[in-house]
């Protein structure tokens, strides 16, 4: 009887290892959530998607980026923020898509 609750036991236990593996594969889906992750960018930015940054909101975060002179600020239909800005003594168009990433082009 003992061997046969521990049995029960052991293959009751290692179940567990299971279900506490989760896949953490990264996605380049454009309809993931944003998520704040500063450090690390989005291979397929600016990722097209809703954008919740207002126009102030946008250029702010272009201009803390390190971009100055922020003009022509639009959002696309796209819902990516396109503008023209310099950054280093180039001129360059920067875009911002809705999970805050920040592209120049």
Known sequence: ??????????VGAST???FAQTATTPTT?????????PDTKNATAPVEGANSFT?????ERI????YTGVTDLV??????????ATKDGKAVSVALDYQGNIVAK
């Open 63 to 66: 201009t803390e980026a390190g």
């Open 75 to 84: 959002l696309d239909d796209k819902g990516v923020w396109q503008a023209k």
């Open 55 to 59: 126009e102030d909101q946008a250029k």
């Open 16 to 18: 567990f290892g299971a």
């Open 29 to 37: 889906d454009g309809d993931t959530l944003a998520v704040a992750t």
């Open 1 to 10: 009887m003992k061997k046969l609750l521990f049995a029960v036991a052991l």
